[in-house]
């Protein structure tokens, strides 16, 4: 056995527990897996982030210990890397240690960037997937994001800004040209930006346009318009977030779906 073969070793028997990365799913507790469920039931430690519904967390095991991971003496979130940090010492001395996030863990959860650093530092992990937001919320709009007549292609994409500026590295124009339909993860803030890089890139004014609100909750709202109105009915109506934002023709079968949409659990 080498030295490195053998420093990893040790390492990894400091813990004693594996760390799950489960999927929350975007609100409504019915869309919770039934395996992260299960995990929540019999965890020691559930580290949650803000937007994870109530309904969800009453199902943690009452004896957990519970940490609020999306605020912190007055910040937003833990930093990722005392995220990081924190699950490595729980799982030093708890068993299960779930790491409860909102939609899915894969889809702009940065739980690859957890699950990477927990796999560095030795310790055992496994991501449990659940429902993204991105599918969820459109669907409980009364909009299927394809649809033989009018998509057979969609483009996930996060709009939320980096350091305090707006993202230039996300090739908008490549995004009109190459799907029939986008959705836009957390970019209700960057709306003004984002939709100009569109209309250049060959988007019609009147393509249509639709934002949901608290996809999937009681408290879902939604907002229709187009390309080029959708901006100004953001600041009309002082529209919040989260939301997702949905743009092509598909968001016209609201009118004629959303009457049968879902009811929440």
Known sequence: MNQNTLELTEQRTRYIGKVYLVGAGPGDPGLMTLKGKALLECADVVIYDALVSPQILAMINPQAEKINAGKRMGRHSLLQEETTQLLIEKAQTQAIVVRLKGGDPFVFGRGGEEMEDLINAGVSVEEIPGITSGIAAPAYAGIPLT???????????????????????INWSAIAKGSETIVIYMGVHNLAQIVPHLLTAGLAPNTPVALVRWGTRPEQEELIGTLETIVEQVEKTQFKAPAIAVIGAVVNLHSILSVARPSVL
């Open 147 to 169: 649809h033989r007549n009018y998509s057979s292609s969609v483009t996930f994409v996060t709009g939320h800004e980096s350091a305090g500026k707006y993202r230039p590295e």
